[in-house]
């Protein structure tokens, strides 16, 4: 990591950065009145290539800009048949989509739970606990113009948690649709049910977009035996032979509005709000049973947000941007026959300053940002849950608390950008200062080389951190931060307009690294270096028809991970005992694979076929005695989609997943549970 020595001194590096780049401002601003400010702010605008707005908080040319980086198009986004977010990441190199019980884990390039995920810039995870994203059904893709996805850390321009990646859903305007579009869904298994509605106007120098989404369907359809725990009187377990009975889960429900109304590109006002509920199971170690124990649970509960944005021209090279966004997550949890609900919300401002210098050559963005974060009621657990389910001849409760807490957090940050002949050098720093945990820099360096149009070499290297789990910021000490720092290196090369070939490797070193249990808390500090290689290309061999493939090969050194349990207790009154176990760290999978191709035979008819491989993973979890491995896995998907049947505008799909391996194991969250069956969807779509 950074030397400790030079951290000393990065403040006032920092404040020398903005000094004189105002100095420069007032020098070198040249040929102001003929220059355009679209010439020098915005780097690159264009329908037809795909466009990137997070690496630099400026819209850019993704072929170049300064970040290991992937766009996925509205038009993949329909053509592939593709609902969740989880299954568009699954297809983008490096991403790895567990799928659990409760939904969607997400690895990337080796490291669980790593990706800040935002929508409309508007960080949508949860500061209680790093797994909890929209990943699935609770966000719909219906409404989404592109999805920009950046590999590397990202927290000089984004802040905490911009860890392994960045991800930012990019919703549609009313200048992306101008009328109404519907949506008809029916899928099965679960007789999914879903219904949309998008409706935009373009007035010129206002916009108006709105959507409303509706789903329904039985997601897991297992029998649960252990009904009953919690007990009546509030302090005791049921007896064991009470606890059993038999349950079915029942549908899940997921239902989201969201809109944005514009004033040219000086104000607008946007918001989502998502509300559901999932039921699903989960097969418990079973130490002191003779049977397999199978307790329901269910997450859910609304979040959403709502933003403010203005923008403010001071002169032909300069602007100011200001986003200010309020969001919240109500997050509802039953565990068996208890509910837990938790409440956290944010309030951010953001002032940024951009500046262009040397006609455009020279690109300055910096800012300042305060977010305030209230929690209520998260759960804090002391002991093991599935220790005390599984106990034959105790009435003990697990012990647990919900804990209450808010923070501040200020930051500054600047990131400046020069283009000297066919390099584009970048560097940026940046300072968040926090009330609960101890300050933190963050720094970025990189070079792109393009010595002609059709290569492009990339030199990256960036650090992050992320923010402390709840354990951390309730123990009442200043915890360390769990910082990366990622080199990465990619070179591109594009012979023609729909051809190209990319090769990169990372490596990446983490350092106060925690994992997370949701019942076991965290384990001890550790670090791990974890590298590998990605490989992209896509090729046009006829006209009409496209593939498209990435591989993904990784590997990680580092000492193994360490818990300090509490162990189970036969009486209430013996003091608290500890017992310390060890286990791999989790990458996932180490080889990753994706082939994918797309055939337009006629005009109005699009066929899409998409074959994946994982190589192998280990199911790790607390009190186990040994880690199982399930094997590898080919999963093939396809859609067909016919435009303009019987009328014009009028669309219908047929998609269908797990085309071939419909009986294969993956890890669950403590034992092996069945891969995703064959399923298909029919869309009907009506633009209006």
């Not at 969201?258 to 989960?282: N, T």
């Not at 001890?524 to 290309?537: F, S, T």
Request: glycine fraction near 8%; aromatic fraction near 12%; charged fraction near 20%.
């Amino acid at each position: 990591m950074i030397p400790k020595h030079l951290k000393r001194y990065s403040l006032l590096l920092f404040v020398a950065v903005i000094l004189i780049s105002v100095v420069m401002s007032y020098a070198y601003a040249v040929e102001e009145g003929s220059a355009k400010k679209s010439d020098t702010l915005l780097m690159f605008v264009g329908e037809d290539i795909d466009v990137l707005s997070i690496a630099s908080r400026r819209e850019e040319n993704a072929w170049q800009a300064p970040a290991v980086a992937t766009v996925i198009t509205r038009e993949e986004i329909w053509e592939k048949g593709v609902r969740t977010l989880s299954q568009a990441l699954e297809q983008t190199p490096g991403f790895y989509m567990a799928q659990k019980e409760w939904g969607s884990e997400s690895f990337l390039r080796g490291i669980p739970n790593s990706v800040l995920y935002l929508y409309d810039t508007v960080p949508m995870g949860s500061d209680v606990t790093k797994s909890l994203q929209p990943l699935d059904h609770e966000l719909s893709l219906v409404s989404v113009k592109r999805i920009e996805v950046i590999r590397g850390p990202g927290s000089v321009l984004w802040g905490p948690d911009a860890f392994a990646g960045i991800v930012n859903v990019v919703p549609m305007t009313g200048k992306d649709l101008e009328g109404v579009e519907t949506g008809l869904l029916y899928g099965a298994p679960g007789n999914q049910a879903a219904a949309y509605a998008n409706m935009g106007h373009d007035g010129g120098d206002w916009d108006l977009f709105l959507s409303v989404r509706d789903r329904t369907g039985e997601e897991d359809d297992a029998t649960c035996n252990i009904v009953r725990f919690w007990g009546d009187d509030g302090g005791h377990a049921y007896p064991y032979e009470d606890r059993f009975g038999e349950e079915q889960l029942g549908r899940s429900r997921y239902f989201e509005a969201s809109g944005r109304v514009a004033f040219k590109d000086w104000f607008s006002v946007s918001g989502l709000i998502s509300d559901y509920r999932k039921p699903y199971a989960i097969t418990g170690p079973s130490e002191s049973s003779s049977q397999e124990l199978t307790w329901p649970e269910s997450k859910g509960g609304p979040f959403g947000y709502v933003k403010l944005e203005a923008n403010k021209d001071l002169d032909s090279s300069s602007g100011l941007r200001f986003t200010g966004y309020y969001n919240w997550r109500n997050s509802e949890y039953e565990i068996i026959d208890r509910t837990f609900e938790q409440q956290e919300s944010s309030l951010y401002g953001e002032l940024i300053y951009d500046r262009s210098f040397f006609s455009g050559k020279g690109i300055f963005t910096g800012g300042t940002a305060y977010r305030k974060t209230d929690v209520n009621d998260a759960p804090l657990w002391r002991s093991y849950f599935p220790d005390y389910v599984a106990q034959q001849d105790s009435v003990l409760l697990p012990l647990y608390s919900l804990e209450d807490y808010n923070t501040r957090l200020w930051s500054l940050f600047g990131q400046y950008t020069h283009k000297i002949g066919d390099f584009d050098l970048l560097v940026g720093l940046r300072n968040d200062n926090h009330d609960q945990y101890k300050d933190a820099l963050s720094y970025n360096a990189g070079v792109v080389w393009s010595p002609r149009s059709e290569w492009v070499l990339k030199l990256l290297y960036g650090t992050a951190y992320r923010t402390p789990y709840v354990k951390q910021l309730v123990s009442g000490v200043e915890p360390d931060l769990e910082e990366i720092e990622t080199l990465n290196l990619q070179v591109s090369w594009k012979p023609a307009e729909k051809v190209n070939l990319t090769v990169g490797g990372f490596s990446s070193r983490i350092d106060n690294h925690l994992m997370e249990d949701p019942y076991a808390g965290l384990s001890e500090p550790n670090h791990q270096k974890i590298y590998g290689v990605e490989l992209m290309g896509n090729v046009f061999p006829i006209k009409r028809l496209s593939f498209s493939a990435n591989l993904t090969l990784l590997n990680n050194s580092g000492p193994e991970e360490t818990y300090n349990y509490l162990k189970y207790k036969e009486n209430p009154f013996d003091p608290p005992s500890y017992e310390q176990l060890s286990f791999p760290y989790d990458t996932g999978p180490k080889r990753l694979f994706n082939l994918t191709g797309t055939w337009r035979p006629m005009d109005n008819v699009t066929l899409f076929a998409r074959l994946g491989y994982h190589s192998s993973a280990q199911l790790i979890y607390p009190r186990a005695d040994s880690f199982a491995t399930v094997p590898g896995a080919w999963l093939l998907d396809m859609a067909a989609t016919y435009s303009n049947i019987l009328t014009p505008g009028l669309d219908l799909q047929i998609s269908v997943r797990n085309l071939t391996n419909n009986h294969y194991e993956i890890p669950g969250t403590y034992s092996t549970i069945e891969g995703g069956p064959i399923s298909a969807e029919v869309v009907l779509r009506k633009r209006w």
